[in-house]
């Protein structure tokens, strides 16, 4: 069964940093493309990385974040890291990890990141 725990998020100010990290289990995310999106109120979700598998391969990134997130892979640990710096007030989402594709595993619960003016 896929399951999917993103955590690392907080409250910031704008400026700072924060790495997010997604762990899963039923999934080996080196045989995968993986991604980040975010969720805003009242806004649709939105894939602001991605990563192709299998060797990280090459990473994308929305041009809202370009330059200043930086997705990354630990494959000994499973696990997949969104490093945020130079966060902007605009950054203020609920930050999950998926398949950067139409279908998509199960959901997890995401992580809050706040960033304050």
């Known amino acids: 069964q896929v399951q999917l725990v993103e955590s690392g998020g907080g409250l910031v100010q704008a400026g700072g940093s924060l790495r997010l990290s997604c762990t899963a289990s039923?999934?080996?995310?080196?045989?995968?493309?993986v991604g980040w999106y975010r969720q805003a109120p009242g806004k649709q979700r939105e894939l602001v990385a991605s990563?192709?598998?299998?060797?990280?391969?090459?990473?994308n990134y929305a041009d809202s974040v370009k330059g200043r997130f930086t997705i990354s892979r630990d494959s000994a640990k499973n696990t997949v890291y969104l490093q945020m710096n130079s966060l902007k007030p605009e950054d203020t989402a609920v930050y999950y990890c998926?398949?950067?594709?139409?279908?998509?595993?199960?959901w997890g619960q995401g992580t809050q990141v706040t960033v304050s003016s």
């Open positions: 998926n398949k950067p594709t139409v279908s998509v595993w199960k």
């Open positions: 990563m192709t598998s299998p060797s990280g391969g090459s990473t």
């Open positions: 039923g999934i080996i995310f080196r045989l995968n493309a």
